[in-house]
């Protein structure tokens, strides 16, 4: 279980990508002068944008292009299935952490759930002195089983 955030993932991927592959593929997502930015800020741009935390700038359909035309137009076919490959283990550790979590905290509440069966041959105040001190440490409410 990887405990990467996925921005930090894509990062990690895209940086191993060339400055080519990078601006075909920020053009396409729809980053603003990919052609002009620096390589991690081209990485972090596109990340925005794969995220939705920024809106792609698509270009207008009916404007004349301006400047130099793009020296590569193909995209590199393996860029998307590797993001997507990225996103669906993300989206699996994140469904195993949660997984866990609640598995452990349905045993440590059945752990204190069971203190007062494992203590039935001592007194019951020695019983409630054992319920009352897991309560005050968890802040749940236990009662003691019935006879």
Do not use: C, W
């Not at 270009?59 to 035309?69: C, E, H, I, L, N």
């Not at 494992?118 to 319920?131: E, G, I, N, P």
């Amino acid at each position: 279980m990887n405990s990467k955030p996925i921005a930090e993932r894509y990062s990690d991927y895209l940086s191993t990508l060339s400055l080519n592959d990078l601006r075909t593929f920020g053009r396409f997502q729809g980053v603003q002068a990919a052609t002009q930015r620096k390589k991690e800020d081209l990485i972090d741009e596109i990340i925005k944008i794969l995220l939705g935390k920024v809106k792609p700038n698509l270009p207008k359909t009916d404007a004349r292009p301006v400047g130099a035309p793009p020296k590569s137009s193909t995209l590199n076919p393996d860029i998307m299935p590797k993001l997507d490959e990225i996103r669906k283990k993300y989206e699996m550790d994140q469904r195993e952490r949660e997984f866990v979590m609640s598995v452990a905290s349905l045993t440590t509440h059945s752990i204190f759930l069971s203190i007062p069966a494992f203590l039935k041959f001592y007194r019951t105040d020695t019983v409630l002195s054992a319920v009352t001190t897991a309560s005050r440490r968890t802040g749940r409410t236990y009662s003691s089983p019935r006879r």
